[in-house]
Structures are given as structure tokens and as C-alpha cells.
């Protein structure tokens, strides 16, 4: 009797090597690329917010600070220009309602009518800790303009 055709094919199956985990290895080695790249999108996007609130607080920070007249020079008739002295402290005091932040750099332009402030505010990454960068730049500037009829502008 010797051989029969089942006999056969599972010989050959035998010497045959199968396919078998191969697709498992792909679904696992997508599934960890998918989840870095939703981890990215979610810590990019935290940035981009903690960014764009850090640049808002400091143009209002800016735009309060811009408000602290020097009264004595506007009445001797040498302009209207800020009182730098007090920029700081009403920025601070604004930034602390906005989050606990603190001014960084005060910039004042030679004729004293253009505040700059910076600001830097913590981030801290949510699934991706150890990357990135851990503060956050913003910066804002105002224009100290005046007029009885219509604003005085350059």
C-alpha cells in the first residue's frame, strides 16, 4: 500500500514553511506607530494651546501696561509717553490674573510709546514627557496712542 494522497499533502505541508504570525507582527507594528502619532497630535496641540494663551496674556499684559501714563510729562507738554517705573507692576499684576504668569522682558521703544512684553508659561507634555520643550514663549506689544477727534497713529 504505501502511500495514500493525504499522506502526501501533509508531507508537503510539513516541509512548507507557513505564514502564520506574520500578520499579527504588522498589526502590532502599526498599532505603535498609530499610537506615537496620536500622542503627538495630542501634545502638539497642547503646545499650540498653552502658545496662543501665552502670546494673548502678554499683548494684554502689554496693552495694560501701555495704560500707565506719565502724567507729569503729558502735563509740562513733553508728550504723551508710559511711565516705565509702573509698566512692571501692572503687567505683573494682570499676568497673575491670567494664570499665575509673570513678565519676563519689558522692551520700551526710544520714544516710549511701544511696550513689549514677554512671557514664558510651563508646558508640560501629556504622553510624550521626556520631548519637548518645556516653556513656552509669548510675546506682545502695544501702541500707546491718544487723539481728542480721531487716534494720533505714525
Do not use: N, W
Not at 104 to 130: M, N
Amino acid at each position: 500500500m504505501g502511500r495514500t494522497r493525504t499522506g502526501l499533502a501533509l508531507r508537503r505541508l510539513r516541509g512548507r514553511r507557513g505564514d502564520g504570525g506574520a500578520v499579527s507582527l504588522f498589526v502590532a507594528l502599526c498599532a505603535g506607530g498609530l499610537v506615537v502619532v496620536i500622542a503627538l497630535v495630542i501634545d502638539v496641540g497642547g503646545r499650540l494651546r498653552v502658545a496662543e494663551r501665552t502670546d494673548a496674556c502678554a499683548q494684554e499684559a502689554a496693552r495694560v501696561g501701555g495704560q500707565q501714563l506719565d502724567q507729569a510729562a503729558v502735563l509740562q507738554g513733553r508728550g504723551v509717553k508710559v511711565q516705565q517705573e509702573y509698566v512692571r507692576q501692572a503687567a505683573d499684576a494682570y499676568l497673575a490674573e491670567c494664570g499665575g504668569l509673570r513678565a519676563g522682558d519689558i522692551a520700551f521703544s526710544g520714544d516710549g510709546r511701544v511696550v513689549t512684553v514677554t512671557v514664558q508659561a510651563p508646558f508640560k507634555p501629556v504622553l510624550l514627557g521626556g520631548l519637548g520643550k518645556r516653556m513656552v514663549t509669548g510675546r506682545g506689544s502695544a501702541t500707546l496712542v491718544h487723539g481728542v477727534e480721531k487716534a494720533e497713529t505714525d
